[in-house]
């Protein structure tokens, strides 16, 4: 009961999730304010008020009690591009914002501890319910964010899988569509990577 209580508060918050400034589910209804990018203002670790330091290359936030200079890169995230017969390619609808209801490629963040290979066939999983079995790496894209600041996206060209499609967690749907048929893309480093698959691997 007590977790039923839990479960339903979470899912009714109006919060949205803290997941990398803002990828996560909100409230029905309202309207999606993409968050502040984000910013080196106080320490992580102590808490204090980060002053601007010159790292011996360029002036950078810093903490005096920590020692500890801060910097801004790309997040790393991984994609892939599933296929299915000659043709097919496996896209997701996104159930959370930013872009909520348009297509993507299956994937999502790389986390601590996992290779950017684990990474993407874990979020495939996730949202599509299938398992890669044969995964090779396609390429690169870093473009700028407006949450992150940047993000790079490796992507990785899925020959085989198993299990059967189950839409869950960022995706309210998935589908293989023909080349032809195939979704506008919400994300351009998806429509870049896309653009890449084609080119390669026609
Ligand atoms: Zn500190």
């Known amino acids: 009961m007590l977790y039923w209580v839990f479960k339903r508060a979470l899912t009714e918050s109006s919060l949205v999730t803290a997941r990398h400034g803002g990828y996560g589910k909100k409230a029905s209804g ?8 984000l ?27 920590c020692r500890r200079f801060y910097y801004r890169n790309p997040v790393p995230a991984a994609c892939c591009f599933v296929r299915r017969g000659e043709d097919e390619l496996l896209f997701t609808q996104r159930a959370v914002e930013p872009c909520r209801g348009q297509w993507s490629l299956p994937g999502g963040f790389v ?7 684990e990474a993407a066939l874990r979020e495939l999983y996730e949202e599509t319910g299938l398992r890669g079995l044969q995964i090779r790496l396609l390429g690169l894209n870093t473009k700028a964010s407006p949450i992150s600041g940047a993000i ?3 992507a990785y060209v899925v020959d085989a ?5 189950r839409p869950d967690t960022d ?3 998935a589908q293989f569509f ?8 919400a994300f351009s480093v998806h429509r870049d990577l896309l653009a890449l698959y084609d080119q390669i691997e026609r």
Do not use: Q
């Open 152 to 154: 790079l996206v490796v």
């Open 39 to 65: 910013e080196w203002n106080y320490c992580p670790i102590c808490g204090n008020r980060l002053i601007v330091a010159h790292d011996g290359e360029k002036d950078r936030p810093h903490c005096p009690g």
């Open 178 to 185: 023909k080349r032809h048929e195939r979704p506008p893309l």
């Open 161 to 165: 899988f198993e299990g059967e499609l």
């Open 111 to 117: 986390e601590v501890g996992e290779t950017t290979e």
């Open 171 to 173: 995706a309210m749907d």
């Open 30 to 37: 309202m309207s999606y304010e993409p968050p502040k990018p």
